[in-house]
């Protein structure tokens, strides 16, 4: 087993059981890519078993803090089974869930969803790679389903050393599919569709707009950034008299329209628009329109800490823009993906666009992923959703 020394001083982070040792913290020490790893203390104590990546600023994502522990094909099924069986513990109205969140779930780099009888796989770090079979196993295994479906095409493999690759690890079948959401049923396309193919860590979200939509009786409804329609469908469903949505992808839209009409919607109720986003706020205010709610659902604008600034100005202009289209009682959903903004700079960033607007507002919640998309105590950087509903003052 190869060794990885750090620095003095550098494994406090580990002590505290964060899972990630990064370039800078390492003495000395190497080996191949995803090859298990015993990291040490500048004194040689023992710190946890890691898979190691050459090509990462991330050099080592650890397995175990157990120096008994061996890192093995039977070691990854366990920690499979104890993710799925986890699942159990929550709430799920879906039979869409993930079933395995990488860090959270002790599987670095590993993300795995299950829509129906089909499971979706990505494999974004050298560890993961190399157990890739092992995994695949074991998820049958688990699961008791023949089918799993690779999306290790994420841009994050490449700063692994890694190719991107897409298509049938286990078994096939149709990649179109189409799963049961709380009362609705939503279609996808696992080898085309953004993530594995669905944004199943909004669940819980569209659910909560469909009770608002409900309880207010909203009639004019914008959704921003609506790609295969979820929040458009949860708001039809929540009896809005008109839903206007946009997205820049004309699949995604033609997608979206399949789900209103798929939930026996009307589409004389829906407006489908294929534009950027911004632009067609900035057209809705100079023709004076109003809407009673908005949702702002944006692609992930810093997916690093490093680019947080520039994500902030993105975030703070398509949120200046919905304040002055919203009614006064009108609410506003809003949302960053993006790992490197907290949540207390998205909500500085949301008042920052407040106050630009002239608009301030009550915020009745808080918002993040669905329980099946865990951040853990010992690992906060797995909180990349946040949302805040904003209603704006009378």
Request: proline share 4%.
């Amino acid at each position: 087993m190869k060794n990885i020394r750090l620095k003095e001083g550098k494994e406090r982070s580990l002590q505290r059981r964060h899972p990630w040792v990064f370039e800078s913290a390492i003495a000395k020490g190497a080996a191949d890519p995803g090859e298990t790893v015993r990291v040490e203390s500048h004194d040689g104590q023992f710190l946890a078993w890691a898979a190691f990546s050459p090509a990462s600023r991330i050099k080592a994502r650890v397995w175990s803090f157990d120096e008994g522990q061996r890192i093995d094909a039977a070691f990854i099924g366990q920690l499979i089974e104890k993710s799925i069986a986890a699942r159990q513990l929550f709430d799920i109205q879906s039979d869409g869930m993930r079933l395995v969140h990488g860090e959270s779930d002790g599987l670095p780099g590993l993300i795995v969803d299950r829509y129906a009888d089909t499971l979706v796989a990505q494999f974004t770090s050298c560890g993961t790679e190399r157990f890739k079979q092992d995994i695949a196993d074991a998820l049958l295994r688990a699961t008791g389903l023949t089918r799993l479906y690779e999306r290790s095409d994420a841009s994050v493999r490449a700063q692994e050393g890694l190719p991107e690759v897409k298509g049938w690890l286990r078994g096939e079948g149709p990649v179109e599919l189409q799963i049961r959401e709380h009362d609705w049923q939503m279609s996808l396309h696992i080898a085309e569709g953004h993530k594995t193919g669905f944004y199943l860590d909004q669940r819980d979200s569209r659910q909560r707009f469909a009770a608002h939509t409900r309880h207010r009786r909203y009639q004019k409804v914008l959704n921003c950034f609506c790609y295969t329609g979820g929040f458009t469908v949860a708001a039809l469903a929540g009896g809005a008299g008109h839903v206007t949505s946009i997205d820049s992808s004309a699949p995604a839209l033609e997608r979206a329209q399949a789900n209103v009409v798929l939930n026996g919607f009307g589409l004389s109720r829906t407006t489908f628009i294929d534009a950027d986003v911004n632009a067609s706020l900035r057209a809705f205010i100079d023709r004076g329109e109003m809407f009673d709610a908005i949702v702002l659902d944006p692609p992930k604008f810093a997916p690093t800490a490093a680019h947080a600034d520039r994500a902030a100005r993105a975030y703070k202009d398509i949120n200046r823009l919905a304040f002055k289209l919203l009614l006064p009682g009108g609410e506003l959903f809003t949302y960053s993906c993006s790992g490197g903004i907290s949540a207390d700079l998205f909500h500085k960033i949301v008042a920052s666009a407040g106050m630009d607007a002239g608009v301030d507002g009550f915020i009745s919640e808080r918002l993040q992923g669905a329980p099946d998309h865990p951040m853990t105590v010992l690992f906060p950087e797995g909180e990349y959703l946040k949302g805040l509903v904003v209603v704006k003052k009378l």
